[in-house]
Every structure is written in structure tokens, then in C-alpha cells.
């Protein structure tokens, strides 16, 4: 496929035709790439923040609220439902309209419904307004993407793409540190409320700053039936993925759902061929580098998202950790991912994708390889060595893997190819942790009663037996009230060494997962749009 764009852009400053629109800014602030990375910055660290920030609040929500264990675990999943169902159609809204007017509209609904989860009186409401920060969560990120390849000439784009991941990975890891303190300290509201001067920042600076960019042949129609049958498929995989655990990997609901997905992927990919302008021309999977860029970030967040889901429950509920000093622990990540990001944008810039992506995916599988080896007693030392590790496996590919898919699409679709980044990374966190969740389940099912027989405990019935590993798949002790100390001390030791023979087990498969991804590494290449130096878009 051969795809020139030329862009119309509303203010001084036009390059030549073709080139990115920030190759010569116009006078002032307003299209200024830099500027205008900082202000994307600050409203996609809303949207990343709120992935795990709000974690920490859950439990308090449920207290104040009378909530159940499944509409709190509906909290999350609303949110991440909605973001992940609606992202690639969001891009093409982006797309259409300009990125400008998308990302602020983002904004404005995402701190908005923030705001109003933390005026709310009841868990329905929370469920509802966290379904809308999702709606508008999508509307925002692919946006953001779309207005930095618009903006930042060719040569530089890594470096830009560097430091937005850098914003992702600081706002993601340092979730659960913020929430803590803002739940230990203030309550359960301000974690949501704190979106809302962050989002008025993001909205001054957005209408200061940002200039709309549309390429000349962006899409002037929408593609309503295959938004609708894709929509439905990315509904059936991930509601799928998030009630497996629940209804189990062998029931008839979780594979029909499945195969619903699998069914309506196809009838999209039928429809796309038929329709004159597509949600998502198909002939941009010709692009291997593409392709590659968007298996390599499934892989990615199948291995990190997975891998780390363990981590949180290993740092708190076996180690006795309070939330901020868990996220302290994982600081070593956080700080290499924030090193590692721009670090990574430029050596991607002067040698390519392929060996820092290679290369990272590599750490990534060592640092999980380690993961395998915590014991119940492993020092902070160790664990901050694999954590750093990890990190600064994690920088080259959500850097590089971006690069790539936004890099090897036509202008007049970055916003799409925004949208199946994201997508591929919501799909791929959720993969992971149904995956690594289920291999987990399974080796602590097989593991608990003969450690409990060992330890000389009283047999489980078949009920009491299903509650204890329900327990400690998430690393805490069935200890009912009133049994007495010894028994409760051996108790927590069978609990913990059979968490941590699941952990070892899910961490391996993690490293497998990125051993694959190395390989998968070496099919991409830099974006031809950034190797033609002037912007133009090839594909």
C-alpha cells in the first residue's frame, strides 16, 4: 500500500508537503513539539495513573460503600471493559475530527467522570462513572499519539515516544504509591478528585498550545458496522479473559465467548474488505514491521502486566508490606523505566528497533527468570535487582514497539495506529494476568493439600479446601479466628511456600512468553515514514 499525506494545518509555520507539522512550528508556543509533549504528558499521566492507583482505594471504597467482593473487582473491570473496546474506534474519531479536538474532549469527560466517582454516594454510581473515565480514557490515548507524530519531525520522534513512555511507565508504577498515601491519609475520594486539577492543567494547556492537525485524505466517513462488529469481538475476547477465573478455562461460557470474539474478528476482517473506507484497512498488516510491533507489545504486557500482578500480592501479603512501602519496593522499576524510556528513544533513533527491542525483551525474560527465584525470605536487595531489571528490559520495547506500529502507518491513520497500541497492550495485560492468573490457580491447587498433609495440619473438607486456595492464590493464610498460635504459624507457612511455588511457575511462563518475544523482535524495522527524513508516508 502507498500512502502520501500532506497535512492542513490551521496556523503559520507550514513545512513543505508531506513533512510532519512541527518541522517548522509556527511562531510562539502553539504547535511547539516540545510544548506540546509536555501537554499530552500531562493528560495521558491521568489515564495511566488511574490503571493502578485505584487498586489501593478499592478495599476503602467497599468499606464506605457496603460493596461486595464482585462489584468492587467490577471497579476495575468497567474501566479496563470499556477502554479496551473502544480504543481503535476512538483513533479513528481522532482521525476524522482532529487530534486536537479528540484528546481534548478526553480530557475534559475523563477528569469530569473522576470527579463525579468521588461525589458519588453509592457502587452503582462508581461502576457507571468508571465506565465513562474509560470511554474517555480511549478518546485521550490514541489522540495523544496522533498529535506527537503529527507534530515531531521525523528524527526525533523516538525520543518524543521515548519520553511519553517514560510519563506511562512513571504514572503506572507510581499508582500504587499515590493511592496509599492519598487513601492512608486524606480518603478513598481523593483519589479519584486529584484527576480533576491535573485534567483543567491538561485543558489550558491543550487550548494554549496544541495545534489540529488532519492529513488532506483523512477519512471522511465512518465505517459503522465494522466499528460495531469489532467493538463486539474486543467485547467478547475481554469479557471472556476477565471471567475465566470465575466460570473456569474448561466452561462452555468462557470458550463460547470465545469463540464469539474469534467469529466476529473474522466477519470484521470480511467487512473490511468490502466497505470503501474501513475502520481499519487491512492492508496495513502487509507492513510486517507493523505487525511485528503489535505482537511484540501483546507479548510485552502479557509478560510485565501478568508477571507484576503477583508481585503487589508476594510484596504485601507475604512480606507484610502497607501499600506505600510495596510501591517504594518497586521503585527500581519505576526509576529505571523513567532512565531507561528517552535512553532507549535515542539508541533506537541511531541503531534502529531491532537490537534495543531484541535486547530488552531479552532483560525482560532474565528479570522474570529471577522473579522465579523469590523466596518468602529474599532480601529488598535482590528484589530491587530483578525490579531494575525489569525496568530497563520494559523502556526499549514500550518505546520501540510504539515507534514502530505509529511509525510504519500513514499520517491520515496515526490515530488508529494509536488505538492498536493501546489495544494490543490492554489485550495483552489482560491475556497475561487471565493466563498467568489460571497457571497460578492450577499449581497451588495441585501443591496445597500435600503441603497442608505434610505440615501435619487437619484435613480440608472439599469446601474448606476450595476457600484456602482461593486464599492463597492471592498469598494470604487461611487462618480462621480463634485457632490457636502454632497452628496458625504453620498454617502461613504452607500458605506462603505454596504461593510461591504458584509465583515461580506463572514467572517462568512469563519468561517464555518474552524468550518468544525476542525472536519476534527481530521482524521490525524503523517506520519508513521516519526513514524517508522528510515526513512523507510510505507504507
Known amino acids: 500500500m502507498t500512502s502520501q499525506t500532506t497535512i492542513d494545518k490551521a496556523g503559520p509555520g507550514d513545512g513543505p508537503p508531506g513533512a510532519p507539522s512541527g518541522a517548522t512550528p509556527g511562531k510562539g508556543l502553539r504547535g511547539h513539539p516540545w510544548f506540546t509533549l509536555v501537554t499530552v504528558a500531562v493528560g495521558v499521566m491521568m489515564v495511566a495513573l488511574d490503571g493502578t492507583i485505584v487498586a489501593i482505594a478499592n478495599p476503602a471504597i467497599a468499606s464506605d460503600l457496603g460493596a461486595t467482593f464482585a462489584e468492587v473487582q467490577w471497579i476495575t473491570n468497567a474501566y479496563f471493559l470499556a477502554l479496551a473496546v473502544s480504543l481503535i474506534t476512538a483513533g479513528k474519531l481522532g482521525d476524522r475530527f482532529g487530534h486536537r479536538q479528540t484528546f481534548l474532549i478526553g480530557v475534559v469527560g475523563f477528569a469530569a467522570a473522576s470527579g463525579a466517582i468521588g461525589l458519588s454516594d453509592s457502587i452503582a454510581l462508581v461502576i457507571v462513572f468508571r465506565v465513562l473515565q474509560g470511554l474517555f480514557g480511549a478518546l485521550l490515548m490514541p489522540a495523544a499519539l496522533g498529535l506527537l507524530r503529527a507534530t515531531f519531525p521525523a528524527e526525533k520522534l523516538n525520543m518524543a515516544i521515548g519520553i511519553w513512555g517514560m510519563v506511562i511507565g512513571a504514572s503506572t508504577a507510581g499508582g500504587p504509591i499515590l493511592g496509599g498515601v492519598l487513601v492512608e491519609h486524606v480518603n478513598w475520594q481523593s483519589v479519584f478528585f486529584i484527576n480533576v486539577p491535573v485534567g483543567v492543567l491538561a485543558v489550558a494547556l491543550g487550548a494554549w498550545i496544541l495545534l489540529d492537525h488532519r492529513a488532506r485524505n483523512a477519512p471522511r466517513s465512518f465505517d459503522l458496522l465494522g466499528i460495531a462488529l469489532l467493538s463486539g469481538a474486543m467485547f467478547c475476547l475481554v469479557w471472556a479473559l476477565i471471567k475465566a477465573p470465575e466460570w473456569g478455562w474448561g466452561s462452555g461460557w468462557t470458550w463460547g465467548f470465545v469463540f464469539a470474539s474469534i467469529a466476529g474478528f473474522g466477519a470484521f476482517a470480511v467487512w473490511e474488505t468490502k466497505v470503501r473506507e474501513p475502520l481499519i484497512p487491512l492492508a496495513l498488516f502487509r507492513s510486517v514491521p507493523l505487525s511485528a510491533g503489535v505482537v511484540l507489545m501483546v507479548l510485552m504486557a502479557i509478560a510485565f502486566m501478568g508477571g507484576l500482578f503477583f508481585v503487589t500480592f508476594y510484596l504485601q501479603n507475604v512480606h507484610g508490606m502497607s501499600p506505600v512501602d510495596a510501591g517504594l519496593h518497586l521503585l527500581p522499576l519505576t526509576g529505571m523505566m523513567i532512565v531507561g524510556s528517552p535512553l532507549a528513544g535515542a539508541m533506537i533513533t541511531k ?11 531479552a532483560f525482560t525474560a532474565l528479570a522474570m527468570y529471577g522473579m522465579s527465584t523469590l ?20 523502556a526499549p520495547v514500550m518505546v520501540g514497539a510504539t515507534e514502530v506500529i505509529v511509525g510504519n502507518a500513514p499520517l491520515e491513520l496515526s ?15 489482560s491475556l497475561g494476568t487471565a493466563v498467568l492468573g489460571a497457571v497460578m490457580a492450577s499449581k497451588v491447587d495441585s501443591d496445597l493439600e500435600g503441603n497442608w498433609a505434610k505440615a501435619g495440619l487437619p484435613p480440608l473438607t472439599p469446601e474448606q479446601a476450595g476457600k ?4 492463597v492464590q492471592v498469598g494470604v493464610a487461611p487462618v480462621t479466628e480463634g485457632t490457636p498460635e502454632a ?9 506462603h511456600d505454596t504461593f ?3 509465583m515461580s511457575l506463572a514467572s517462568l511462563v512469563a519468561a517464555g512468553v518474552a524468550a518468544v518475544a525476542v525472536l519476534v523482535a527481530f521482524l521490525t524495522k524503523r517506520g519508513q515514514n521516519a526513514e524517508a527524513g522528510a515526513g512523507v508516508g510510505h507504507i
Not at 351 to 361: H, S, Y
Request: proline share 3%.
Open 468 to 471: 484456602a486456595s482461593e486464599a
Open 351 to 361: 541503531v534502529g528497533p531491532r537490537v534495543p527491542l531484541a535486547g530488552g525483551m
Open 487 to 495: 497452628i496458625a504459624a504453620k498454617i502461613t507457612d504452607v500458605a
Open 500 to 502: 510461591i511455588s504458584g
Open 375 to 394: 523466596e518468602t525470605d529474599t532480601g529488598s536487595g535482590v528484589m530491587s535487582l530483578w525490579f531494575a531489571l525489569l525496568g530497563l528490559g520494559l
Open 415 to 429: 490515530g488508529v495506529a494509536g488505538g492498536l497500541q493501546q489495544a494490543a497492550m490492554q489485550v495483552g495485560g
